[in-house]
């Protein structure tokens, strides 16, 4: 009876210390994947406002169609302008009496001409928004004999540059401290499980086998405990993801699916990486130890 029972007691146990190390390795995979899909998320956004920042180029009022189809085409064709806008002159007006509401808005009816001119509103890549790369930007284009003025906001530049540098920063900081935690968190897991294992280990060195034919399938297996929970892990995220999308559909402006699928291998890699590659410093720590050192 009490010899059935021990096998039996033995497999639970070894199951259920499995089972531990696939939970545990889960939740922390999932919560580095969703680490991730928030600072691709913020990526995307600030990539969206930088693309926002620009300039307004004014033109002269005896500005000629082929001076504007010029300067939108050489533009279009810069690699620095990520979109051209060509705004004429009765837009620009129909803009200002909406901005100003009013008896004395209609600027044209006090004035008997329209006192605006015809524009460009260049918005550039998100690389070349800060002060400096839209500096020399701006200097080529008022070169040109149809630009009557340039109007550039660069204190809003330098302030939205450093408002995102240190958004980054503190970002940064996190996902550095998130992903130590979740290394040495997985590190400690397997190394507990390998830990109640040290007595076979050395068991199988007593009789002769040598060191890679007993760390191998012990790797082989931590391995294949953070494939499965890589899998379980991304199955939740993509779960969240889809969930997320239906009750705020914006958010898929921000993060694609294709974010999804890199957040996805990177969850795969890490798992099988770490918990293989703790799973060999775990098993070569108890085979070079002695006997008396497997008590401490």
């Known amino acids: 009876m009490t010899t059935s029972s021990q096998p039996r007691h033995r497999s639970v146990s070894v199951l259920s210390s499995q089972l531990t190390v696939t939970i545990s390795v889960t939740l922390v995979l999932l919560l580095l994947g969703i680490g991730a899909l928030i ?70 009816a006090l004035l008997g001409m329209n006192p605006f001119f015809a524009e460009f ?6 690389e070349y ?7 020399v930007i701006v200097a080529e284009v008022e070169k040109h004999p149809a630009v009557r003025h340039v109007t550039l906001h ?5 302030t939205l540059t450093s408002s995102i540098n240190t958004v980054f920063a503190f970002l940064t900081a996190i996902a550095a ?3 130590l935690i979740a290394i040495v968190l997985i590190f400690n897991t397997v190394r507990l499980t390998i830990y ?58 921000q993060t694609t699916w294709n974010d999804v699928i890199w957040v996805c291998g990177g969850q ?18 108890y085979l070079r130890c002695d006997y008396d050192s497997m008590f401490r």
């Open 196 to 253: 109640s294992r040290r007595f076979t280990i050395r068991t199988m060195q007593l009789v002769g086998a040598t060191d890679g034919f007993i760390r191998r399938p012990i790797v082989m297996a931590g391995a294949l405990h953070g494939l499965v929970a890589a899998m379980i892990a991304i199955a939740v995220l993509c779960g969240l993801v889809y969930s997320s999308a239906i009750l705020y559909p914006e958010i898929e402006n």
């Open 154 to 158: 660069s204190e809003m530049i330098d």
């Open 268 to 285: 795969v890699v890490c798992g099988v990486l770490i918990c293989g590659l703790s799973s060999f410093a775990a098993t070569t720590r």
């Open 39 to 108: 600072g691709i998320g913020a990526h995307n956004v600030a990539e969206s406002i930088r693309e926002r920042v620009g300039f307004v180029a004014i033109l002269n009022d005896n500005a000629t169609a082929a001076d504007i189809n010029g300067l939108k085409r050489q533009w279009i064709r810069s690699p620095f302008a990520a979109s051209v806008r060509y705004c004429p002159a009765e837009e620009v007006l129909a803009r200002w009496n909406t901005m100003i509401p009013g008896e004395d808005s209609d600027e044209e």
């Open 177 to 179: 401290a998130i992903l």
């Open 129 to 135: 928004a800060n002060a400096d790369s839209l500096a």
């Open 121 to 126: 509103e260049v918005n550039v890549r998100s």
